[in-house]
């Protein structure tokens, strides 16, 4: 079984193993696993296993190797992947092959990384459950009946599950570090503009952002490493330096000088006792690591569902104006008019959480409703990130939990769409305000359920948010623990 | 704000009619309240005073939009090809002009 990519890349670099053989038992794991679990919707095992020979014969030849030569990933159905299949779980976007890769896609690839396949999800990034794809839900490694979180649920749960050393997931509200946590993996969401968004399938322009999901801190780093950067082919990508090295932080090392902001919102109602218990814990343990904790307040956080669901949804309802059945997907049966054909192939194509989106988006701009719905909550949109401005002036990082649950039960929430949207109550600010996030397993609750504690950093410093990652996850044992499932697989 | 508790199903019609977006009726039927209640919630925002301050539309902190340096070429058959109705070349629509 694979068991992280850091060690992956050692045990590949030392020879002990070959590219052929780790990929060969990620298929396998798949393919013991995966019926059960449902979080892949593509697995090109010939195109993977033809990767890896070849990072093998040039191992052997001596060439110089990509930084992830010969490690078996996968990707969520969000980024394009020339040649092959690319749904996003839309039944609109069934059988479309994109004739050109995402750059982060390019770029796992020239680091020599082998590409297992694609990662179910909920459709077009729009859920916290990973049940909206269009395909089939996805269902938690840590007890099957439950949710695996989204959107980015594939990703986590493929990560969980031992069926690739990492994954590239999407995060516009938490779609990364939500999953990351109720699965009991790492998940990176860096600053928006660090990643390149060109060839992701896009959702919420202003909010979207590519993250690596991982089995450490040090693993996702490394994958961060390898994908951020400029990129000419995206106007919001952003020109500042990547930092290195983040994948070989020294082991053991304290948080002695760092001030760590502990929200009072975050710590209040509404948190469940076995989520509220977890924290309390991890608290302890970076205090014990010699970080100062710093009581913080971020008025604003409450109000960032409720602007959240304007914006985003806004932009959601402009970039999904190109589903239209001319130029690629599915199309609806015969229609008189280009009319009908938009409404009909949108009516059929699309499932029900992306109507109730793109309904909303389009409310919030429409004429007469725009200033109250889209301009109001893009107003509010500041004040939220003007709270993390002032905030930032007393600390170095901000401690939260990553959602305020465990994982629910599938169908719990499907009929109740509020319920839902504040799944994403403590990741949904970041995306607002831009910033990088990550989620790391802190504990469990008492149904062995694992909980994700949330570290927020200030723009462009994931270097910080690495740093007292891998530091709590030193001094800590929870991203050793697999759900039984993965321990019985191959 | 505007403030909306009731949203009726002729104006869900209304906007998935501008969404280009057919719905059934049983969607509109399930939609209705569903909406009302998410826009009974976004409700909230009034409460905050919002006079003379800049609204946030992008999230680059540094930046902001540069022009694009690169485009993607694609051939003619190329970028047909995951169309669902390409006539050589070309993408084949439904006749607008009568």
Same mark, same amino acid.
């Given at each position: 079984m694979i068991d992280g990519l850091c060690s992956l890349?050692?045990?590949l670099d030392a020879g002990h193993l070959s590219a052929v053989e780790a990929t060969t038992a990620c298929l396998r794991s798949i393919e013991a696993t995966d019926e059960r679990l449902g979080a892949w919707l593509a697995v090109d095992a010939e195109g993977a296993l033809a990767q890896a020979a070849n990072v093998d014969r040039r191992r052997a030849a001596g060439d110089a190797l990509g930084p992830l030569a010969g490690v078996p990933l996968g990707v969520k159905d969000i980024f394009?992947?020339?040649?092959?299949?690319?749904?996003?779980a839309s039944r609109i976007l069934e059988g479309f092959v994109p004739p050109y890769d995402a750059t982060v896609i390019g770029r796992l690839r020239a680091a020599d990384a082998v590409l297992l396949g694609k990662h179910n999800m909920d459709e077009f990034a729009m859920g916290s459950s990973s049940e909206s794809s269009g395909f089939h839900p996805v269902r938690n490694p840590w007890d099957l009946d439950r949710i695996p979180g989204g959107s980015s649920g594939g990703s986590a749960v493929a990560v969980a599950a031992g069926h690739c050393a990492g994954a590239l997931g999407t995060d516009t509200g938490g779609s990364v570090r939500q999953p990351a946590a109720l699965c009991g993996v790492v998940g990176l969401k860096p600053t928006y503009g660090r990643l390149s968004r060109f060839g992701v399938i896009a959702f919420a322009s202003s909010l979207d952002q590519p993250g690596p999901l991982a089995r450490t801190v040090r693993d996702a780093a490394a994958l961060f490493e390898v994908c951020a950067g400029l990129d000419p082919f995206d106007a919001t990508s952003a020109d500042v330096p990547v930092p290195t090295g983040l994948a070989d932080l020294p082991a053991g090392?304290?948080?002695?000088?760092?001030?760590?902001g502990v929200p009072a919102e975050c710590f209040g109602e509404g948190l469940q006792p076995g989520v509220a218990s977890a924290m309390r814990a991890a608290l302890d343990v970076l205090r014990d690591l010699g970080a100062e904790l710093v009581d913080i307040e971020l008025p604003h956080t409450r109000f960032a569902v409720a602007a959240y669901y304007l914006i985003a949804t806004a932009e959601a309802s402009s970039n999904l104006a190109r589903y239209d059945g001319v130029r690629f997907g599915r199309r609806a049966g015969a229609a008189d008019d280009l009319h009908d054909l938009y409404g009909a192939t949108r009516g059929a194509g699309f499932g029900l959480e992306v109507k109730r989106r793109i309904m909303l988006g389009t409310f919030a701009l429409s004429a007469g409703y725009y200033d109250a719905y889209y301009q109001k909550a893009s107003q509010v949109r500041t004040l939220i990130s003007r709270d993390f401005d002032r905030a930032f002036e007393a600390v170095d990082a901000i401690v939260t939990p990553t959602s305020p649950t465990t994982a629910f039960r599938l169908g719990e929430r499907v009929a109740d769409p509020l319920q839902m949207y504040l799944a994403d109550i403590f990741t949904i600010a970041c995306n607002l305000a831009g910033l990088p996030g990550m989620s790391i397993p802190c504990g469990f609750d008492e149904l062995n359920l694992p909980v994700g504690l949330q570290l927020l950093?200030?723009?462009?410093?994931?270097?910080?948010v690495c740093r007292v990652g891998?530091?709590?996850?030193?001094?800590?044992?929870?991203? #050793?623990?697999?759900?039984? &499932?993965?321990e019985a697989s191959p | 704000m505007v403030h909306r508790t009731l949203l009726t199903e002729?104006?869900?019609?209304?906007?998935?009619?501008? #969404?280009?977006?057919? &719905?059934?009726?049983?969607?509109v039927a399930l939609l209705t309240p569903q909406l009302g209640d998410v826009l009974l919630y976004v409700e909230q925002l009034a409460e905050l005073d919002t006079t003379g301050v800049v609204a946030t539309f992008d999230a680059a902190p540094v930046g902001r939009f540069r022009p694009l340096g690169l485009r993607v070429e694609l051939a003619p058959g190329e970028a047909t090809a995951a169309a669902p109705d390409a006539w050589e070349g070309s993408f084949r629509v439904?006749?607008?002009i009568g």
């Open positions: 890349r050692r045990a394009l992947t020339r040649g092959l299949t690319t749904t996003c090392a304290d948080l002695r000088g760092l001030r760590l950093g200030r723009a462009f410093d994931e270097a910080t891998a530091a709590y996850e030193d001094a800590t044992d929870w991203t #050793a623990r697999r759900p039984s &499932l993965a | 002729d104006e869900v019609r209304r906007i998935a009619r501008l #969404a280009r977006l057919d &719905l059934s009726d049983e969607e439904p006749q607008v």
